[in-house]
């Protein structure tokens, strides 16, 4: 769709209502009218079809299996067992495939009908979370570091970003209208919207909190990052950064992932303002004429950096402070038990492609339903989502740790123990059957894949060697595959572009190395290098950091064309 087109439909929506209500009750057909899919992301969800049956209803002259997936704004992926215990309730109820962690520490539902989109929708906000603004040209669900180590820094780190989620919001009533039966005042003009304006952004916004020295949050991704500084134990401010992003499109030179740039520091008390400027630094000069040139990393290039970072401080109405030392170690999580400075233990548990569900032979859905039934009157234990689609049982009172443990094991939620490190860090975004831009499978082709990679790694006596590993189904890089040492980027079915070289702390992107391959052409690229790094590597050198020092890849910290 060309910008002109979704800008209009942004305008003339009256403030993100359109003809939702009308869509929703059209009996003819399991989709919305056209404008309303633009309009109905912006509530957190998306039309779609299912990918695996369309041709064959196409044949049938039957429509496309429509339904719809619904994502949470849950900031930081923090939600507590009562409210896990009703999300998987929504899962079960309304649902096709459980409960799905994203990349950004969301959850969403996939499948979900048409007409059962409303009582979908009051039964995620009768569990005090919401869907505003979860997709849509606004800014998106707020990410922060799972970090369980230091407790009292993550529980600063995510109230402030807690706060700026909220802050951040379209100041729309439309939401709570479709969804939640509120009144519309008569005859009422749409809402101004002191920060988004009519049109709302030129393009989705993310943002991130980083607690060094682990990166999960993969902050060189996002649109706007805040990397925690922290002395003595007390958070006193964040470095900024800014101009992240990963979506590219195959073959356009014009498009690229990019890792942002630090622009400075800022105290607590400096978040908010500093976020205001940049999102609307980025809505008034961003890119309305062509949509994919619309992200605020194209803005920077365009602009200039430093031109930008001037402009944000003209608004924010103070300077940048020069941007302190920091130091990380990697971007994966950290798994398995670990005592917090608060006495509670926290569990970190491997989600593969953060799916839950009881299916093939698995029985996810039904162990984490145990854990929070067990936890929800425990005071302060928490669910919290990794960026990684892993999940953290936080805050577990020392007394209820051995019951924990014993579900753990019983529910087989304990691959943690036995898996090795590249399948623990591994990611995959959804891809088919749901996504609609999907060109190869990602999530349902990582089991099968990464079991071929391990065999690739023992025979090189590196099966314990952590490696980076990514997949995503297309460019757009919903798995951040361009952060990945190695990462298979869809091209076509059964065939990807091999991205080899990125660091292990997210700060480096990497290199397209062999372009539209097949398994085979995959497993026989890397055998090789793999190879050599056995024999060659230093000690403690990551794989992504031989591949640069033997000269295999070359370092793209600065952006470049992604090479097609
Ligand atoms: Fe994404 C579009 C899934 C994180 C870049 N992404 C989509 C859609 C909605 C497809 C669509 O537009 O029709 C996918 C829905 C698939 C499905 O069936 O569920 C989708 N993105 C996901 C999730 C679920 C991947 C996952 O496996 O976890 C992640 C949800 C995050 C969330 O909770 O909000 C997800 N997407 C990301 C990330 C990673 C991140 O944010 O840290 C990126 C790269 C970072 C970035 O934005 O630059 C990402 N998604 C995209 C893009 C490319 C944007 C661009 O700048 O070009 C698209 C396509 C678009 O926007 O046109 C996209
Ligand atoms: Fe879909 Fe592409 Fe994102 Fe994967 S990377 S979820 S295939 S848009």
């Keep these: 769709m060309s910008s002109h ?17 009308e869509s929703l009750a059209n009996p003819v057909t399991g989709a919305l009218f056209e404008d309303d899919q633009t309009l109905i992301k912006y509530h957190g969800s998306y039309q779609q079809d299912d990918r695996d049956i369309r ?3 196409r044949l049938q002259k039957l429509e496309p299996a429509y339904s719809f997936m619904i994502r949470t704004r849950t900031p930081g992926g923090v939600v507590s067992p009562a409210q896990w215990l009703k999300l998987d309730a929504i899962a079960t109820t309304f649902a096709e495939r459980g409960l799905r962690i994203t990349t950004r520490q969301a959850f969403q539902f996939h499948g979900i009908i048409k007409h059962e989109l409303k009582a979908t929708m009051e039964a995620i906000n009768a569990s005090l979370i919401d869907t505003l603004a979860a997709c849509g040209d606004v800014n998106r669900n707020v990410a922060v570091a799972a970090n369980p180590l230091q407790s009292q820094a993550h529980a600063t780190v995510f109230a402030t970003a807690a706060t700026l989620s909220e802050q951040l919001l379209p100041n729309t009533r439309a939401y709570y209208e479709i ?3 509120e009144e519309r005042v008569e005859g009422g003009e749409p809402e101004p919207d002191p920060i988004y304006g009519e049109a709302y952004l030129p393009r989705k916004f993310k943002i991130g909190f980083a607690i060094p020295p682990i990166n999960d949050v993969d902050v060189f991704a996002q649109d706007l990052g805040y990397i925690a500084v922290i002395e003595i134990g ?7 950064t800014i101009g992240g992003g990963m979506g590219a499109t195959h073959g356009d030179a014009e498009t690229y992932p990019r890792v942002a740039d630090v622009i400075g520091f800022v105290t607590p008390d400096q978040v908010f303002a500093v976020a205001v400027a940049v999102i609307t630094t980025q809505r008034d000069w961003g890119n309305r004429e062509v949509r994919k040139r619309a992200r605020l990393k194209y803005t920077i290039d365009d602009r200039g950096l430093d031109n930008f970072k001037s402009e944000v401080e003209r608004r924010a109405g103070f300077a940048l402070l020069p941007a302190r030392p920091f130091v990380f170690d990697h971007n994966g999580d950290r798994f398995g038990w670990v005592e917090g400075e608060n006495g509670r233990s926290h569990l970190t548990l491997r989600i593969l492609s953060g799916r839950i569900w009881d299916r093939d032979g698995l029985q996810l859905l039904t162990g984490l339903r145990e854990i929070a039934k067990l936890l929800d009157s425990s005071d302060g ?3 919290r989502l990794t960026p990684n689609q892993n999940l953290v049982i936080a805050n577990i009172h020392p007394a209820l740790r051995e019951q924990v443990e014993a579900l753990v094991a019983q529910y087989g939620l304990d691959t943690y123990r036995t898996s090795s490190p590249t399948r623990l860090n591994a990611i995959a975004c959804v891809a088919l059957p749901t996504c609609g831009l999907a060109m190869a499978e990602a999530e349902r082709y990582l089991p099968e894949f990464v079991e071929k990679f391990e065999g690739v790694l023992e025979r090189h006596g590196l099966r314990q060697q952590p490696i980076n590993l990514r997949l ?6 919903c798995s951040r595959p361009y952060l990945g040492e190695i990462a298979l980027v869809g091209k076509a079915p059964g065939r990807y572009n091999l991205m080899l070289g990125a660091d292990h ?3 480096r992107l990497n290199t397209l190395y062999r372009e539209n391959v097949d398994e085979v052409g995959i497993l026989g ?7 050599r790094y056995a024999l060659e590597r230093h000690d403690n050198e990551y794989f992504g950091d031989f591949l640069l020092r033997a000269g295999v890849v070359r370092d793209r910290r600065i952006p470049l064309e992604v090479a097609v």
């Excluded at 007390?234 to 900024?240: D, T």
């Excluded at 995503?472 to 890089?477: A, D």
């Excluded at 690229?525 to 190879?531: K, N, S």
Aim: aromatic letters at 6%.
């Design 55 to 57: 041709e064959e209803r």
């Design 381 to 383: 234990a928490q669910f």
């Design 234 to 240: 007390e958070v006193i401010g964040y470095n900024v």
């Design 472 to 477: 995503s189904g297309c460019p757009n890089g």
């Design 179 to 181: 969804w939640l039966g």
């Design 5 to 21: 087109s979704v800008e209009d439909i942004k305008k003339k929506s009256r403030a993100l209502r359109g003809s939702v209500v």
């Design 525 to 531: 690229a890397l055998d090789p290098l793999l190879e």
């Design 505 to 507: 702390r997210g700060e």
